[in-house]
């Protein structure tokens, strides 16, 4: 059992808050995601979760109990960085074997339980090199197998796939997944990267200038974004400014630059309200439609091997819209475009 809890989290650098009255809670056994751009706060949060800096203000528990007063090496946590952070002196089973002798783990006890832990990362045999002879993805595995081994009840990330290429972060994303799912251990994760957030999480914390702007399932903040930082932040979205101009129970109809449209929305909106409507471009259908059909021209049309990115100005207004496959559309060409009835509506105008 682990679970971890800010609340009302700050810390102040000069004038800046680095991070403003942050609350978050990660559930036992929980994938908790912290999103957000550059300089939002994610590291800062991480470090004061680890105990290797102290807020100004707000508490951090553990199980319910505040840990304030613990040093980093009590608080039973263990962080991998995006730096790696290895030992370079040392070789991989001393750097995976360190926390275990600072604990007085026996020595039979200890290398059991580095063998096991590059089991785990599948670094098996190659305990005795150091790790300048250990290419960027494997010294990030010896970084895990150092903090899986002390067996730690939660586990803190700092963008440990950052420094990798895409195609072994893809792969190093689906093991760091499958290794907390086996050992059930309490992580929270920061990145920038909004994929790996999706891939990994059960839910996702997304960070905006030091504070915490929502939270929720990658579903909920992919396709129920409640802030506009979180539509334009996760992937791509087309975002409209709408005036509601009437409707009733959960079907609207709002005046835009792009023109009027039908909105089903179960939120409770008024006449007047000034809202966003958020249009992801897979849910754009080229061709015609009854309801919410418009007419514009193709600007560019970008080929990415599985879709088409296609530009479309329709009035002033240039949407992104994909398709799957090969560009059926070119360019100049005027086609009909489909909104959905049922795009994510953001109570920001
Ligand atoms: N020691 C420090 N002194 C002064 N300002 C700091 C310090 N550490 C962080 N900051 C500032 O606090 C803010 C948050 O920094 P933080 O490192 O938490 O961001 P981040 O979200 O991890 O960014 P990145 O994605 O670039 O790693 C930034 O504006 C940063 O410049
Ligand atoms: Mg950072």
Do not use: W
Request: with cysteine; aromatic share 4%.
């Amino acid at each position: 059992m682990a679970q971890v809890e800010l609340r009302g989290v700050t810390k102040v650098y000069g004038a800046t808050a680095a991070v403003q009255d942050v609350h978050l809670e990660a559930r036992d056994g929980e994938f908790l995601t912290i999103l957000g751009p550059s300089g939002c706060g994610k590291t800062t949060t991480l470090r004061i979760i680890a105990g290797l800096l102290d807020p100004d203000g707000g508490e951090v528990l553990l199980d319910g109990r505040p840990v304030h007063h613990l040093p980093a090496h009590r608080r039973e946590t263990a962080m991998v960085f995006q730096s790696y952070a290895l030992f370079p002196h040392m070789t991989v089973e001393e750097n995976v074997a360190f926390g275990l002798r600072m604990r007085r783990v026996p020595e039979e006890e200890r290398r059991v339980r580095v063998e096991e832990a590059l089991r785990m990362v599948e670094l098996s045999g190659l305990g005795g090199r150091y790790p300048r002879a250990l290419s960027g993805g494997q010294q990030q595995r010896v970084a895990v197998a150092r903090a899986v081994v002390t067996r730690p009840k939660v586990l803190l990330f700092d963008e440990p796939l950052s420094n990798l290429d895409a195609k072994l972060r893809e792969r190093l994303r689906l093991e760091l997944r499958a290794l907390q799912q086996r050992l059930r251990v309490t992580t929270i994760y920061v990145t920038h990267d909004q994929a790996e957030a999706l891939v990994l999480s059960d839910r996702i914390v997304v960070m905006h200038r030091g504070r915490v702007v929502e939270v929720g399932t990658p579903q909920d903040v992919y396709r129920r974004p409640r802030a506009r930082v979180t539509a334009e932040f996760l992937g791509v979205a087309n975002l409209i400014p709408a005036t509601v101009a009437g409707g009733e129970g959960a079907r609207y109809v709002a005046d835009t630059a792009i023109g009027r449209l039908e909105v089903a929305c179960a939120d409770r909106l008024a006449q007047g309200d000034a809202v966003t409507l958020s249009f992801r471009p897979e849910d754009i259908r080229i061709g015609p439609g009854p309801v919410n059909c418009l007419s514009g021209a193709v600007q560019q049309a970008a080929y990415l091997g599985s879709i088409t990115d296609y530009v479309i100005r329709v009035n002033d207004v240039l949407l992104r819209v994909q398709e799957p496959g090969e560009p059926a559309r070119g360019v100049g060409e005027t086609v009909s475009l489909v909104l959905p009835a049922a795009p994510a509506v953001i109570r920001e105008p």
